[in-house]
Nanobody
Framework: VQLQASGGGSVKAGDSLTLSCAAS????????LGWFRQAPGKGREIVATMSESGTSTYYIDSIKGRFTISEDNARRVVYLRMNSLKSEDTAVYYC???????????????WGQGTLVTVSS
């Protein structure tokens, strides 16, 4: 499984940005996809995840109502639409895959390379 993230950049507070993560390999039905981030000087935290069926999502409180995770299942691409960005959203964002067979988001099975999002106030 390979994950290729893209879409990061430098924006101003209040702007929007959409991250994409293309998954290749045997992922359909085997892995759920999600997004994590790591802010400067902090640990990596989960941001948003989607169930393997695509019917349920999870968001951390700090981004609820502003970020939306979605998936193009046919293309096996997961997106993170980020609206009303704040300076505290500045981080390297990573996509990750969790096995549907006993996998946990506390320890994803695969990571993509990070994409940097910088929000200036």
């Amino acid at each position: 499984v390979q994950l290729q993230a893209s879409g990061g950049g430098s924006v101003k507070a209040g702007d929007s940005l959409t991250l994409s993560c293309a998954a290749s390999g045997r992922t359909a039905g085997y892995y759920a996809l999600g997004w994590f981030r790591q802010a400067p000087g902090k640990g990596r935290e989960i941001v948003a995840t989607m169930s393997e069926s695509g019917t349920s999502t999870y968001y951390i409180d700090s981004i609820k109502g502003r970020f939306t995770i979605s998936e193009d299942n046919a293309r096996r691409v997961v997106y993170l639409r980020m609206n009303s960005l704040k300076s505290e959203d500045t981080a390297v964002y990573y996509c990750a895959a969790r096995s549907t067979r006993g996998g946990r988001w506390s320890r994803p099975n695969y990571w993509g390379q990070g994409t940097l999002v910088t929000v200036s106030s």
